[in-house]
């Protein structure tokens, strides 16, 4: 089963926030939750979208 994972700072923040996941659908939760209490992002726009699905890596 593949793993995927993401990295906060892959997107430009000063940030140490990791979340693996089995699928890219499994990370946007856990992604949204981090942005709204880290970063004070209560809603993503298309372009903050397209950033995090880019910077989200099948690592296995």
Do not use: V, W
Not at 24 to 32: F, H, K, V, Y
Not at 49 to 56: G, T, V, W
Request: glycine share 4%; net charge negative.
């Amino acid at each position: 089963m593949a793993t995927f994972l993401y990295k906060c700072r892959d997107i430009g923040y000063d940030c140490g926030f990791e979340f693996s996941a089995h699928s890219r659908d499994d990370l946007m939760p856990r992604i949204r939750i981090h942005s709204r209490y880290a970063h004070n992002i209560y809603e993503m726009t298309d372009e903050m979208k397209n950033k995090i699905e880019a910077a989200i890596k099948q690592i296995d």
